[in-house]
């Protein structure tokens, strides 16, 4: 088992920054690839930005040049750095780890975005 804790979420205006960070704990020992998930009310969960421990990245189409995703040096890490925010960035934000065992998903954080 994996266990995520994440933090960072809030209320932002239009044009700002927050930073997410996702704290993994337990059977990460086989970890491969980790990231990020949002949700917003309505839309299907969708993905934001993945990394693998080998350091390939990928983001999806609408975060390019605004999100950036990084691994902590502990590796037990992952933070999502969010600038330029837009109101369409509202969404709980999900932290996600893959294993070679299993997927795993955290709890969820809060974005909103105000015009």
């Known amino acids: 088992q994996v266990q995520l804790v994440e933090s960072g979420g809030g209320l932002v205006q239009a044009g700002g920054s927050l930073r997410l960070s996702c704290a993994a704990s337990?059977?990460?020992?086989?970890?491969?690839?980790m990231g990020w998930f949002r949700q917003a009310p309505g839309k299907q969960r969708e993905l934001v930005a993945l990394?693998?421990?080998?350091?390939?990245?990928d983001y999806a189409d609408f975060v390019k040049g605004r999100f950036t995703i990084s691994r902590g040096d502990a590796k037990d890490m992952v933070y999502l750095q969010m600038n330029s925010l837009k109101p369409e960035d509202t969404a709980v934000y999900y932290c996600?780890?893959?294993?070679?065992?299993?997927?795993?998903w955290g709890q969820g954080t809060q974005v909103t975005v105000s015009s």
């Open positions: 337990g059977r990460t020992f086989s970890s491969y690839a």
């Open positions: 996600h780890w893959r294993t070679y065992e299993d997927n795993y």
């Open positions: 990394i693998t421990i080998g350091g390939r990245i």
